[in-house]
């Protein structure tokens, strides 16, 4: 069974950091690309960044330059270090993998609140 576990999400004021991990079992983490989503309040589930199983990175312009996808592979981890956060940041952020063979997996979430 599949599991992606995120943690390190909480309450952070703006222009504060955050690190997001999300724990991957289940599946061969080496080759799956992963990537993180965010649900803002009332808003739909948005892409924020991904990375491949070649460790190719790329995320949404909305936080280039302030947020970092990355990836070990000896832990099952991936990672969202996000930097110089806004009060538009507050979201629930999720983990997603897609296996070798197309199958996608999504974790349960971790709230991310930044006050202003």
């Known amino acids: 069974q599949v599991q992606l576990v995120e943690s390190g999400g909480g309450l952070v004021q703006a222009g504060g950091s955050l690190r997001l991990s999300c724990v991957a079992s289940?599946?061969?983490?080496?080759?799956?690309?992963m990537s993180w989503y965010r649900q803002p309040p009332g808003r739909a589930r948005e892409l924020v960044a991904t990375?491949?199983?070649?460790?190719?990175?790329d995320s949404a312009d909305s936080v280039k330059g302030r947020f970092t996808i990355s990836r070990d592979n000896a832990k099952n981890t991936v990672y969202l270090q996000m930097n110089s956060l806004k009060s538009e940041d507050t979201a629930v952020y999720y983990c997603?993998?897609?296996?070798?063979?197309?199958?996608?997996?999504w974790g349960t979430g971790t709230l991310v609140t930044v006050s202003s």
């Open positions: 990375i491949t199983r070649g460790s190719i990175t």
């Open positions: 997603r993998g897609v296996s070798v063979n197309g199958l996608s997996y």
């Open positions: 289940g599946i061969n983490f080496r080759l799956a690309d």
